[in-house]
Each structure stands twice: as C-alpha cells, then as structure tokens.
T-cell receptor
Framework: AQSVAQPEDQVNVAEGNPLTVKCTYS??????LFWYVQYPNRGLQFLLK??????LVKGSYGFEAEFNKSQTSFHLKKPSALVSDSALYFC????????????FGKGTKLSVIP | DAGVIQSPRHEVTEMGQEVTLRCKPI?????LFWYRQTMMRGLELLIY????????DSGMPEDRFSAKMPNASFSTLKIQPSEPRDSAVYFC????????????FGSGTQLSVL
C-alpha cells in the first residue's frame, strides 16, 4: 500500500519570505513523487517530480522539492513567495513508473500575504 | 493545444435525475482518468482507461456510476440516479501513454445534487 500525508491544511507566509509545504510518504519500495498545484476553479497542474538521482528537484514557477529517504519526506520549497503562488498544493506518490495508481495527499492551502 | 476539456463546468440537478459529465482528452493521449474531489475525501480515482478500455473501475462508488470511452477523443461519466452525496468536483485527466507519469487535468465539473 502507498500513502501520502500533508500534515498542514493551511500554510500562511508573507510575500518575499521563503515557503515550505510539507509532505511525507509511505510506500513499500522506491517511490516516484510529485507535486501538483490547483488554482481556484481550475484542474491540477504538474509542478515537479522525483524519480531518481539528485535529491533536489527543480520545477515550474521557481519551486523545488527535496527528497529525503531517511525521513520519507518530499517537502516543496520556494526561496521567495509571491502572492500569485496562493493555491492548493497536492503531493502524490506512485510505486512504479507509469503506474496509474497515483495516490494524492489531502492538499495544503498556501496563502501568501502581501 | 486546448488541453483536457470538460463539460459542463457546473451542473445543478435534483436528486434522482441522471447526470452526464463529458471529457475530451488531449489529442494523442491514450490514457484517461476520472477523479472525484471532495473536502472530506480529497481526490479519489474513480476509473482508469487505457486505449479506450477500462482497466480499473474499483473506485466507482456504486452501480449508479458508469463510465464509457467510445473512442480516443471522448469519455463520459454518468450518474443515475443522482444523490446529494454525489455533490463534488469531478475531474478528467489524460496522459500521453501508460508509461508517462505526468497527468494533465481538465478544469473539472462542479456537480451539485439538491
């Protein structure tokens, strides 16, 4: 079985400050990890993925995520938050490349305060 | 590329009525997913098609739900009869093929069953 936990329902950060959105995972094997973003009244959009290799993954809109195998975490980060980053962020995991069984976390609402 | 197109964007209906949601995947994509999003349960996979064939429908909540993909460019999700607890946002997503990890989501259909 595979699962993803996003421990924070909401994260508030001031514009210009660094942001972190947390994600931990549980899989019986090597995970493939993803972050998606959902803007109001829109579908989810792919941000970045970790498959293998460098633990620091860079994605769209200046976001990056760090894979930490010992802590089973894949936190999303950005050095300087923008008001336009305010959205719902989802972490997701699959066990095998190309698997259709993508398991999503419950989502974290990010609010960037001007 | 117009992306994944879903219709209608909003649907309000009365309990007991039939509801049909529509999806046009990205041209050339041969994998299609239907998801349901609620506050309580987050994102749930309802059904997965590959090359127009339903591969996994274990997420379909009840026999009231059915999905079809008559060709590579069109899919429907039908609820008959609808119930208030079916109220949710229904997303369609596609990907180029079964080995791709990245999903492309439509903007969703907001369904309200009164």
């Amino acid at each position: 079985a595979q699962s993803v936990a996003q421990p924070e329902d909401q994260v508030n950060v001031a514009e210009g400050n660094p942001l972190t959105v947390k994600c931990t995972y549980s899989v019986s094997g090597n995970p493939y990890l993803f972050w998606y973003v959902q803007y109001p009244n829109r579908g989810l959009q792919f941000l970045l993925k970790y498959i293998t290799g460098d633990n620091l993954v860079k994605g769209s809109y200046g976001f990056e995520a760090e894979f930490n195998k010992s802590q089973t975490s894949f936190h999303l980060k950005k050095p300087s938050a923008l008001v336009s980053d305010s959205a719902l962020y989802f972490c997701a995991v699959i066990l095998n490349a190309g698997s259709y069984q993508l398991t999503f976390g419950k989502g974290t609402k990010l609010s960037v305060i001007p | 590329d117009a992306g994944v197109i879903q219709s209608p964007r909003h649907e309000v209906t009365e309990m007991g009525q039939e509801v049909t949601l529509r999806c046009k995947p990205i041209s050339g994509h041969n994998s299609l997913f239907w998801y349901r999003q609620t506050m309580m349960r987050g994102l749930e996979l309802l059904i997965y098609f590959n090359n127009n064939v339903p591969i996994d429908d274990s997420g379909m909540p009840e026999d009231r739900f059915s999905a079809k993909m008559p060709n590579a460019s069109f899919s429907t999700l039908k609820i008959q009869p609808s119930e208030p607890r079916d109220s949710a946002v229904y997303f369609c997503a596609s990907r180029p093929d079964s080995s791709s990890e990245k999903l492309f989501f439509g903007s969703g259909t907001q369904l309200s069953v009164l």
